[in-house]
Protein backbone atom coordinates (compact mmCIF):
# COMPACT_ATOMS: atom_id res chain seq x y z
CA UNK A 1 0.00 0.00 0.00
CA UNK A 2 2.79 2.25 0.88
CA UNK A 3 4.81 1.85 -3.10
CA UNK A 4 0.90 2.72 -4.35
CA UNK A 5 0.50 5.77 -2.05
CA UNK A 6 3.59 6.80 -3.02
CA UNK A 7 3.39 6.45 -6.79
CA UNK A 8 0.08 8.42 -6.76
CA UNK A 9 1.14 11.09 -5.09
CA UNK A 10 4.41 11.87 -7.26
CA UNK A 11 2.27 11.79 -9.81
CA UNK A 12 -0.71 13.95 -8.79
CA UNK A 13 2.49 16.46 -7.63
CA UNK A 14 3.86 16.05 -10.93
CA UNK A 15 0.60 16.14 -13.58
CA UNK A 16 0.10 19.16 -11.25
CA UNK A 17 3.08 20.63 -12.86
CA UNK A 18 2.21 19.67 -16.60
CA UNK A 19 0.77 23.35 -17.59
CA UNK A 20 -2.46 23.93 -19.70
CA UNK A 21 -4.91 25.74 -19.68
CA UNK A 22 -8.32 25.28 -19.03
CA UNK A 23 -10.69 22.41 -20.08
CA UNK A 24 -14.15 22.04 -22.12
CA UNK A 25 -16.84 19.92 -20.82
CA UNK A 26 -16.54 20.30 -17.58
CA UNK A 27 -19.73 19.05 -16.45
CA UNK A 28 -18.89 15.72 -17.84
CA UNK A 29 -14.83 15.37 -16.51
CA UNK A 30 -16.75 16.20 -12.73
CA UNK A 31 -19.00 13.30 -12.99
CA UNK A 32 -16.71 10.97 -14.16
CA UNK A 33 -14.21 11.79 -11.35
CA UNK A 34 -16.81 11.44 -9.00
CA UNK A 35 -18.12 8.06 -10.62
CA UNK A 36 -14.18 6.35 -10.96
CA UNK A 37 -13.39 7.38 -7.80
CA UNK A 38 -16.46 5.12 -5.61
CA UNK A 39 -14.88 2.20 -7.86
CA UNK A 40 -12.68 1.04 -5.26
CA UNK A 41 -14.00 1.58 -2.08
CA UNK A 42 -17.44 -0.39 -3.79
CA UNK A 43 -15.20 -3.49 -4.25
CA UNK A 44 -13.18 -2.55 -1.03
CA UNK A 45 -16.74 -2.88 0.59
CA UNK A 46 -18.27 -5.25 -0.94
CA UNK A 47 -15.26 -7.71 -0.79
CA UNK A 48 -14.61 -7.21 2.60
CA UNK A 49 -18.36 -8.21 4.04
CA UNK A 50 -17.54 -11.28 2.11
CA UNK A 51 -15.06 -12.40 3.70
CA UNK A 52 -15.49 -10.97 6.97
CA UNK A 53 -18.19 -13.99 7.44
CA UNK A 54 -15.23 -16.76 6.84
CA UNK A 55 -12.48 -14.90 8.59
CA UNK A 56 -12.78 -17.29 11.55
CA UNK A 57 -10.64 -19.97 8.60
CA UNK A 58 -8.47 -17.70 8.66
CA UNK A 59 -5.73 -19.64 7.17
CA UNK A 60 -8.38 -20.83 4.01
CA UNK A 61 -9.35 -16.96 3.61
CA UNK A 62 -5.76 -15.93 3.27
CA UNK A 63 -4.83 -16.00 -0.27
CA UNK A 64 -8.56 -14.58 -0.96
CA UNK A 65 -7.66 -11.63 1.01
CA UNK A 66 -4.72 -11.27 -0.59
CA UNK A 67 -6.14 -10.96 -3.75
CA UNK A 68 -9.17 -8.63 -2.76
CA UNK A 69 -5.99 -6.36 -1.63
CA UNK A 70 -4.77 -6.35 -4.76
CA UNK A 71 -7.80 -5.80 -6.72
CA UNK A 72 -8.69 -2.85 -4.75
CA UNK A 73 -5.37 -1.04 -5.08
CA UNK A 74 -5.49 -1.39 -8.87
CA UNK A 75 -8.70 -0.04 -9.19
CA UNK A 76 -7.59 3.00 -6.92
CA UNK A 77 -4.87 3.22 -9.05
CA UNK A 78 -6.92 3.25 -12.47
CA UNK A 79 -9.02 5.56 -11.12
CA UNK A 80 -6.11 7.86 -10.08
CA UNK A 81 -4.81 7.71 -13.83
CA UNK A 82 -8.31 8.52 -14.98
CA UNK A 83 -8.47 11.71 -13.11
CA UNK A 84 -4.99 13.11 -13.56
CA UNK A 85 -4.68 12.35 -17.30
CA UNK A 86 -7.88 11.71 -19.27
CA UNK A 87 -10.60 13.94 -16.86
CA UNK A 88 -7.44 16.37 -16.68
CA UNK A 89 -8.18 17.17 -12.78
CA UNK A 90 -5.16 19.24 -12.28
CA UNK A 91 -6.15 21.58 -15.12
CA UNK A 92 -9.87 21.96 -14.02
CA UNK A 93 -8.01 22.94 -10.36
CA UNK A 94 -5.30 25.25 -12.38
CA UNK A 95 -7.18 26.23 -14.91
CA UNK A 96 -10.65 26.26 -14.47
CA UNK A 97 -10.52 27.23 -10.82
CA UNK A 98 -7.49 29.37 -11.32
CA UNK A 99 -6.31 28.10 -8.13
CA UNK A 100 -2.50 28.55 -9.15
CA UNK A 101 -1.94 31.34 -7.19
CA UNK A 102 -2.42 30.34 -3.89
CA UNK A 103 0.25 28.10 -2.61
CA UNK A 104 -0.27 24.84 -1.56
CA UNK A 105 -4.35 25.19 -1.99
CA UNK A 106 -4.06 23.37 -5.34
CA UNK A 107 -1.84 21.08 -4.59
CA UNK A 108 -4.10 19.82 -1.97
CA UNK A 109 -7.33 20.55 -4.42
CA UNK A 110 -5.43 18.17 -7.27
CA UNK A 111 -4.36 15.58 -4.20
CA UNK A 112 -8.18 15.42 -2.84
CA UNK A 113 -9.27 12.96 -5.35
CA UNK A 114 -6.58 10.95 -5.04
CA UNK A 115 -6.34 10.51 -1.00
CA UNK A 116 -9.89 10.70 0.02
CA UNK A 117 -11.17 7.29 -1.83
CA UNK A 118 -8.61 5.50 0.82
CA UNK A 119 -10.76 6.79 3.74
CA UNK A 120 -13.87 4.68 2.03
CA UNK A 121 -11.38 2.05 0.97
CA UNK A 122 -10.00 1.55 4.33
CA UNK A 123 -13.65 1.96 5.70
CA UNK A 124 -14.77 -0.94 3.42
CA UNK A 125 -12.33 -2.96 4.63
CA UNK A 126 -12.86 -2.12 7.95
CA UNK A 127 -15.18 -5.08 9.10
CA UNK A 128 -12.53 -7.69 7.37
CA UNK A 129 -9.87 -6.29 9.43
CA UNK A 130 -12.10 -6.43 12.76
CA UNK A 131 -13.10 -9.65 12.55
CA UNK A 132 -9.53 -10.92 12.12
CA UNK A 133 -8.64 -8.55 15.17
CA UNK A 134 -10.96 -10.15 17.03
CA UNK A 135 -10.22 -13.20 16.45
CA UNK A 136 -6.66 -13.01 17.19
CA UNK A 137 -7.32 -11.11 20.52
CA UNK A 138 -9.56 -14.36 21.47
CA UNK A 139 -6.99 -16.61 20.53
CA UNK A 140 -4.67 -14.95 23.12
CA UNK A 141 -7.94 -15.39 25.48
CA UNK A 142 -8.06 -11.45 26.16
CA UNK A 143 -10.67 -8.81 25.50
CA UNK A 144 -10.66 -7.21 21.99
CA UNK A 145 -11.12 -3.38 22.32
CA UNK A 146 -14.42 -2.18 21.10
CA UNK A 147 -15.00 -1.29 17.54
CA UNK A 148 -14.07 2.07 16.32
CA UNK A 149 -14.67 3.07 13.18
CA UNK A 150 -12.78 6.30 13.36
CA UNK A 151 -10.15 5.54 15.44
CA UNK A 152 -9.26 2.76 12.86
CA UNK A 153 -9.47 5.31 9.99
CA UNK A 154 -7.10 7.74 11.95
CA UNK A 155 -4.68 4.90 12.27
CA UNK A 156 -4.73 4.48 9.06
CA UNK A 157 -4.13 8.35 7.64
CA UNK A 158 -1.43 8.30 10.33
CA UNK A 159 0.46 5.34 9.40
CA UNK A 160 0.24 5.27 5.47
CA UNK A 161 -0.42 9.36 4.58
CA UNK A 162 1.38 10.84 7.39
CA UNK A 163 5.40 10.47 6.23
CA UNK A 164 4.18 10.55 2.45
CA UNK A 165 2.18 13.40 2.09
CA UNK A 166 3.67 15.57 4.61
CA UNK A 167 7.19 16.14 3.77
CA UNK A 168 6.06 15.97 -0.02
CA UNK A 169 4.16 18.42 0.92
CA UNK A 170 6.83 20.49 2.81
CA UNK A 171 8.89 20.45 -0.45
CA UNK A 172 6.33 21.88 -2.59
CA UNK A 173 5.54 24.77 0.07
CA UNK A 174 8.96 25.36 0.12
CA UNK A 175 9.84 25.24 -3.78
CA UNK A 176 6.45 27.96 -4.13
CA UNK A 177 8.04 30.44 -1.17
CA UNK A 178 11.31 30.55 -2.87
CA UNK A 179 9.11 31.16 -6.65
CA UNK A 180 7.08 33.96 -4.71
CA UNK A 181 10.70 35.83 -4.27
CA UNK A 182 11.89 34.77 -8.04
CA UNK A 183 14.99 32.88 -6.01
CA UNK A 184 14.55 29.93 -8.56
CA UNK A 185 12.77 31.19 -11.98
CA UNK A 186 16.15 33.66 -12.26
CA UNK A 187 18.50 30.59 -12.01
CA UNK A 188 16.64 26.95 -12.16
CA UNK A 189 20.21 25.30 -10.78
CA UNK A 190 19.95 27.06 -7.46
CA UNK A 191 16.89 24.77 -6.60
CA UNK A 192 19.27 22.43 -6.00
CA UNK A 193 20.86 24.37 -3.22
CA UNK A 194 17.63 24.64 -1.65
CA UNK A 195 16.62 21.20 -2.04
CA UNK A 196 19.84 19.24 -0.34
CA UNK A 197 19.91 21.39 2.69
CA UNK A 198 16.42 20.74 3.15
CA UNK A 199 15.76 16.95 1.96
CA UNK A 200 19.09 16.58 4.87
CA UNK A 201 16.90 18.45 7.68
CA UNK A 202 14.26 16.52 6.90
CA UNK A 203 16.37 13.23 7.01
CA UNK A 204 17.67 14.14 10.12
CA UNK A 205 14.34 15.04 11.93
CA UNK A 206 12.21 12.26 10.81
CA UNK A 207 12.67 10.18 14.22
CA UNK A 208 10.62 13.32 15.72
CA UNK A 209 8.18 13.26 12.89
CA UNK A 210 7.61 9.30 13.32
CA UNK A 211 7.38 9.48 17.06
CA UNK A 212 5.03 12.43 16.71
CA UNK A 213 2.50 11.32 13.48
CA UNK A 214 2.02 7.42 14.46
CA UNK A 215 0.98 7.00 18.26
CA UNK A 216 3.78 5.76 20.61
CA UNK A 217 4.59 5.51 24.23
CA UNK A 218 8.11 4.63 26.12
CA UNK A 219 8.24 0.90 26.43
CA UNK A 220 7.67 0.78 30.18
CA UNK A 221 9.84 -0.70 33.15
CA UNK A 222 10.36 -3.98 33.55
CA UNK A 223 12.24 -6.79 32.84
CA UNK A 224 11.86 -6.79 29.33
CA UNK A 225 12.71 -3.15 28.67
CA UNK A 226 15.82 -4.12 30.82
CA UNK A 227 17.07 -7.21 29.09
CA UNK A 228 16.33 -4.94 25.20
CA UNK A 229 18.71 -1.88 26.86
CA UNK A 230 21.43 -4.52 27.63
CA UNK A 231 21.43 -5.47 24.10
CA UNK A 232 21.65 -2.23 23.15
CA UNK A 233 24.52 -1.31 25.22
CA UNK A 234 26.35 -4.70 24.58
CA UNK A 235 25.67 -4.21 20.32
CA UNK A 236 26.84 -0.44 20.96
CA UNK A 237 24.53 0.77 19.43
CA UNK A 238 22.19 3.03 21.76
CA UNK A 239 19.11 4.23 21.01
CA UNK A 240 17.48 7.72 22.77
CA UNK A 241 13.73 5.50 23.41
CA UNK A 242 12.06 2.53 22.96
CA UNK A 243 8.66 2.60 21.96
CA UNK A 244 5.42 0.88 22.11
CA UNK A 245 4.12 1.41 18.67
CA UNK A 246 0.35 1.88 19.14
CA UNK A 247 -1.78 0.38 16.56
CA UNK A 248 -4.64 -1.56 18.79
CA UNK A 249 -3.82 -4.57 17.77
CA UNK A 250 -3.75 -4.27 13.92
CA UNK A 251 -0.12 -4.36 12.93
CA UNK A 252 2.72 -6.58 14.08
CA UNK A 253 5.91 -5.03 13.33
CA UNK A 254 9.20 -3.55 14.22
CA UNK A 255 11.41 -0.32 13.44
CA UNK A 256 14.25 1.25 13.93
CA UNK A 257 14.52 5.09 12.73
CA UNK A 258 17.05 7.33 12.94
CA UNK A 259 20.90 8.03 12.26
CA UNK A 260 22.26 9.81 15.32
CA UNK A 261 22.00 7.90 18.78
CA UNK A 262 20.45 11.23 20.51
CA UNK A 263 17.67 10.91 17.70
CA UNK A 264 17.44 7.03 17.34
CA UNK A 265 14.46 5.11 17.84
CA UNK A 266 13.11 1.65 18.38
CA UNK A 267 9.60 0.57 17.80
CA UNK A 268 7.59 -2.17 18.97
CA UNK A 269 3.83 -2.63 17.55
CA UNK A 270 1.51 -3.32 20.29
CA UNK A 271 0.84 -7.04 18.24
CA UNK A 272 4.75 -7.44 18.26
CA UNK A 273 4.44 -7.63 21.99
CA UNK A 274 1.23 -9.49 22.26
CA UNK A 275 2.13 -12.40 20.19
CA UNK A 276 6.10 -13.13 21.07
CA UNK A 277 8.05 -14.60 24.08
CA UNK A 278 10.65 -12.13 25.25
CA UNK A 279 13.73 -14.42 23.44
CA UNK A 280 12.00 -13.82 20.07
CA UNK A 281 11.38 -9.88 20.95
CA UNK A 282 15.01 -9.98 21.37
CA UNK A 283 15.77 -11.48 18.32
CA UNK A 284 13.87 -8.81 16.10
CA UNK A 285 15.33 -6.28 17.91
CA UNK A 286 18.84 -7.84 16.20
CA UNK A 287 17.64 -7.86 13.53
CA UNK A 288 16.76 -3.94 13.49
CA UNK A 289 19.77 -2.97 15.16
CA UNK A 290 21.75 -4.93 12.55
CA UNK A 291 20.33 -2.63 10.01
CA UNK A 292 21.91 0.57 12.13
CA UNK A 293 24.95 -1.18 12.53
CA UNK A 294 25.96 -1.77 8.56
CA UNK A 295 24.14 1.84 7.66
CA UNK A 296 21.62 -0.09 5.16
CA UNK A 297 19.35 3.05 5.12
CA UNK A 298 22.49 5.66 3.77
CA UNK A 299 23.43 2.90 1.71
CA UNK A 300 19.95 2.44 0.05
CA UNK A 301 19.76 6.21 -0.12
CA UNK A 302 22.74 6.16 -1.77
CA UNK A 303 21.56 3.50 -4.56
CA UNK A 304 18.52 5.63 -4.91
CA UNK A 305 20.78 8.82 -5.32
CA UNK A 306 23.02 7.39 -7.77
CA UNK A 307 20.94 7.98 -11.37
CA UNK A 308 20.55 11.27 -9.57
CA UNK A 309 23.89 11.98 -9.30
CA UNK A 310 24.90 10.47 -12.94
CA UNK A 311 22.47 13.08 -14.48
CA UNK A 312 23.80 16.14 -12.91
CA UNK A 313 27.59 14.82 -14.06
CA UNK A 314 26.24 14.42 -17.88
CA UNK A 315 24.54 17.87 -17.42
CA UNK A 316 27.25 19.16 -16.64
CA UNK A 317 29.37 18.29 -19.62
CA UNK A 318 26.08 18.67 -22.33
CA UNK A 319 23.86 21.26 -20.24
CA UNK A 320 21.35 21.12 -23.16
CA UNK A 321 21.06 17.46 -23.25
CA UNK A 322 17.75 17.31 -21.19
CA UNK A 323 16.14 20.14 -23.15
CA UNK A 324 17.62 17.78 -26.26
CA UNK A 325 15.45 14.76 -25.43
CA UNK A 326 12.52 16.70 -24.62
CA UNK A 327 12.34 17.96 -27.97
CA UNK A 328 13.08 14.28 -28.97
CA UNK A 329 10.38 12.44 -27.44
CA UNK A 330 7.66 15.44 -28.47
CA UNK A 331 9.03 15.21 -32.21
CA UNK A 332 8.06 11.20 -31.63
CA UNK A 333 4.64 12.39 -30.63
CA UNK A 334 4.98 12.11 -27.29
CA UNK A 335 2.19 15.35 -25.80
CA UNK A 336 4.46 17.38 -23.69
CA UNK A 337 2.55 17.71 -20.34
CA UNK A 338 2.72 13.19 -20.73
CA UNK A 339 6.60 13.52 -21.07
CA UNK A 340 6.75 15.46 -17.91
CA UNK A 341 3.79 14.54 -15.59
CA UNK A 342 4.61 10.55 -16.62
CA UNK A 343 8.06 9.74 -18.18
CA UNK A 344 10.05 10.71 -15.08
CA UNK A 345 8.10 9.46 -12.07
CA UNK A 346 7.80 6.36 -13.97
CA UNK A 347 11.00 6.22 -14.52
CA UNK A 348 11.95 7.01 -11.08
CA UNK A 349 9.19 4.66 -9.46
CA UNK A 350 10.89 1.90 -11.60
CA UNK A 351 14.10 2.14 -10.60
CA UNK A 352 13.25 2.24 -6.78
CA UNK A 353 11.19 -0.84 -7.15
CA UNK A 354 13.27 -2.70 -9.49
CA UNK A 355 17.24 -1.75 -8.43
CA UNK A 356 16.75 -0.31 -4.84
CA UNK A 357 14.03 -2.97 -3.74
CA UNK A 358 16.31 -6.31 -5.08
CA UNK A 359 19.27 -4.53 -3.30
CA UNK A 360 17.04 -4.07 -0.16
CA UNK A 361 15.75 -7.43 0.26
CA UNK A 362 19.34 -8.05 0.14
CA UNK A 363 20.61 -6.04 3.20
CA UNK A 364 17.15 -7.29 4.84
CA UNK A 365 19.00 -10.98 4.55
CA UNK A 366 21.93 -9.45 6.16
CA UNK A 367 20.12 -8.05 9.12
CA UNK A 368 18.48 -11.65 9.27
CA UNK A 369 21.74 -12.98 9.58
CA UNK A 370 23.20 -11.13 12.24
CA UNK A 371 19.97 -11.61 14.57
CA UNK A 372 21.11 -15.70 14.27
CA UNK A 373 24.94 -14.95 14.91
CA UNK A 374 26.21 -15.28 18.20
CA UNK A 375 29.03 -12.54 19.90
CA UNK A 376 31.77 -14.81 18.50
CA UNK A 377 30.98 -14.49 14.55
CA UNK A 378 29.39 -17.70 14.83
CA UNK A 379 25.91 -19.42 13.35
CA UNK A 380 23.86 -19.82 16.65
CA UNK A 381 21.23 -22.34 16.19
CA UNK A 382 19.29 -21.61 18.97
CA UNK A 383 19.12 -17.71 18.31
CA UNK A 384 17.83 -19.06 14.95
CA UNK A 385 15.59 -20.48 15.72
CA UNK A 386 14.06 -17.56 18.02
CA UNK A 387 14.05 -15.60 15.30
CA UNK A 388 12.68 -18.13 12.74
CA UNK A 389 10.03 -18.32 14.99
CA UNK A 390 9.41 -14.43 15.64
CA UNK A 391 9.34 -14.77 11.43
CA UNK A 392 6.53 -16.74 11.52
CA UNK A 393 4.40 -15.74 14.21
CA UNK A 394 4.68 -11.78 12.53
CA UNK A 395 4.68 -12.93 8.82
CA UNK A 396 3.24 -15.76 8.82
CA UNK A 397 -0.27 -14.28 8.70
CA UNK A 398 0.66 -11.10 6.59
CA UNK A 399 -1.70 -9.95 4.13
CA UNK A 400 0.84 -8.11 1.90
CA UNK A 401 1.16 -8.89 -1.53
CA UNK A 402 4.44 -9.36 -2.79
CA UNK A 403 4.11 -5.79 -3.90
CA UNK A 404 3.56 -4.31 -1.10
CA UNK A 405 7.01 -6.55 0.18
CA UNK A 406 9.09 -4.76 -2.63
CA UNK A 407 11.36 -3.96 0.26
CA UNK A 408 11.48 -7.28 2.22
CA UNK A 409 11.80 -10.85 1.28
CA UNK A 410 9.11 -13.32 1.36
CA UNK A 411 8.89 -15.63 4.32
CA UNK A 412 9.97 -18.69 2.38
CA UNK A 413 13.01 -16.59 0.81
CA UNK A 414 13.80 -15.55 4.07
CA UNK A 415 13.54 -19.28 6.23
CA UNK A 416 15.16 -20.72 3.05
CA UNK A 417 18.39 -18.10 3.44
CA UNK A 418 19.01 -18.75 7.20
CA UNK A 419 18.48 -22.61 6.55
CA UNK A 420 21.59 -22.06 3.37
CA UNK A 421 23.41 -19.40 6.16
CA UNK A 422 24.23 -22.14 8.64
CA UNK A 423 27.11 -22.96 6.12
CA UNK A 424 29.78 -21.19 6.34
CA UNK A 425 30.86 -20.93 2.78
CA UNK A 426 27.50 -19.71 2.09
CA UNK A 427 27.90 -16.96 4.46
CA UNK A 428 31.23 -16.18 3.27
CA UNK A 429 29.82 -15.98 -0.12
CA UNK A 430 26.68 -13.66 0.48
CA UNK A 431 29.38 -11.25 2.46
CA UNK A 432 31.49 -11.10 -0.15
CA UNK A 433 28.59 -10.69 -2.53
CA UNK A 434 27.80 -7.60 -0.22
CA UNK A 435 30.98 -6.13 -0.02
CA UNK A 436 31.37 -5.71 -3.83
CA UNK A 437 27.72 -4.41 -4.34
CA UNK A 438 29.02 -1.24 -1.98
CA UNK A 439 32.09 -1.45 -4.03
CA UNK A 440 30.22 -1.05 -7.14
CA UNK A 441 28.06 1.91 -5.38
CA UNK A 442 31.11 3.91 -4.65
CA UNK A 443 32.52 3.25 -7.99
CA UNK A 444 29.53 4.93 -9.53
CA UNK A 445 29.87 7.90 -8.10
CA UNK A 446 33.64 8.43 -8.42
CA UNK A 447 33.10 7.77 -12.02
CA UNK A 448 30.26 10.13 -12.53
CA UNK A 449 32.67 12.53 -10.26
CA UNK A 450 35.08 12.11 -12.93
CA UNK A 451 32.60 12.58 -15.48
CA UNK A 452 31.41 15.74 -14.23
CA UNK A 453 35.06 16.93 -13.56
CA UNK A 454 37.21 16.16 -16.44
CA UNK A 455 34.35 15.79 -18.94
Known amino acids: MQLAILAAVLAALAAAESGGGPVEGLGWRLLAIAAV ?20 ALDRSERSIARLQSIVVGLWMSAVLIVLFIAQWPRIVRGNWQLAGWPLLDELAILTPVIAPLLLVWAGLYRLDRAAQVAAFRARELEPPPAQLGRYLWLHVRHHLGLVLLPALAVVGAFELLGMFNLTRARP ?31 PAGPLRDELEAICRRERCLVREILVWHTDGYMANAAVVGLSRWLRYVLLTDALLARLKTAEIVAVLRHELA ?156 AALAVALLG
Open 189 to 219: DAAWWFALPLLATMLLLMPLAVRRVWRTTPL
Open 291 to 446: HLQRWHLPLRLALLALPLAWWLAINQVWPHLDAALHYAMVAAGWPAPLVTAVMLPVCMLAYAVIVVGWYSRLLEHEADLAACLADDGQFDSLRAADFGRALVLLIGRSRESRLGQWLHPSLPDRLRFLRGAMESASRCAFERRLVWIKLSIAAGYL
Open 37 to 56: TLVAPLAAFLGGQRLALDVA
